[in-house]
């Protein structure tokens, strides 16, 4: 079974909204990776020299980005978007998991103000 994604990750992802990342949910390791744009068109152009030459702390990224070039859509799933995530869907979501139905009542009570 693969791990589940944190919701604070999910939400960060749709906070920063960075154009200048690839972003993707990685189904193996539960975890939401970001590769740079430019990372990522070295990788799909195969300019292995421009690759090899990054600095150590990079080295991580571009081994996502090689995952990701390689992924068939299996591994990596797009995380949502600000149009996908709708607040008070989720809100109704949670709510209708409650077991304690008096609590659910006062969250229903309160959530139509």
Request: glycine share 4%; charged share 35%; hydrophobic share 35%.
């Amino acid at each position: 079974m693969n791990p589940p994604a944190k919701l604070s990750d999910l939400i960060e992802v749709l906070l920063l909204d960075d154009p200048e990342h690839v972003t993707r949910f990685d189904r193996h390791t539960g975890r939401i990776v970001s590769v740079e744009r430019s990372i990522m068109s070295d990788v799909e152009e195969g300019a292995e020299d421009s690759l090899t030459n990054v600095p150590d702390w990079q080295k991580e990224e571009v081994e996502v980005a090689r995952a990701l070039w390689e992924d068939a859509g299996e591994r990596f799933l797009d995380p949502p978007d600000k149009f996908d995530f709708n607040e008070y869907r989720q809100m109704e979501r949670f709510i209708g998991t409650l077991s304690d139905e008096g609590i659910a009542d006062q969250l229903w009570l309160y959530s139509d103000n």
